[in-house]
């Protein structure tokens, strides 16, 4: 069994900056479909970056140019660097994987195609 822990997240200001980790353990492959998702209070869980085992990477459009999605194959590791944060991001953070394949590559933002998850971080971006 795969299991997901985020950490990093926090209360910043807005423009601040935050990175996000998601550390995988168990039988993990660095080579998963894996992606991050966010919700606000209130609202549905959106898709905010993924990425596959080609090294392709796709981007909500409200966090093109500010989020960056990065691994790290030999820790197990997935990070999402936020930058010009805005009071919008706030939400909890959560990452997944598609562990059903150790080669995948689909860069989606449906959570049915994700069948582990993290627990969530909190964000939250204050005025």
């Known amino acids: 069994e795969v299991q997901l822990v985020e950490s990093g997240g926090g209360s910043v200001q807005a423009g601040g900056s935050l990175r996000l980790s998601c550390a995988a353990s168990g039988y993990a492959s660095g080579s998963y479909c894996m992606g991050w998702f966010r919700q606000a209070p209130g609202k549905e869980r959106e898709g905010v970056a993924s990425?596959?085992?080609?090294?392709?990477?796709r981007y909500a459009d409200s966090v093109r140019g500010r989020f960056t999605l990065s691994k790290d194959t030999a820790k197990n590791t997935l990070y999402l660097e936020m930058n010009s944060l805005k009071p919008e991001d706030t939400a909890i953070y959560y990452c997944?994987?598609?562990?059903?394949?150790?080669?995948?590559?689909?860069?989606?933002?449906?959570?049915?195609?994700?069948?582990?998850w993290g627990q969530g971080t909190q964000v939250t971006v204050s005025s």
């Open positions: 990425v596959n085992s080609y090294g392709g990477k």
């Open positions: 997944a994987a598609d562990t059903r394949w150790t080669r995948c590559s689909l860069l989606t933002f449906a959570d049915q195609n994700y069948n582990a």
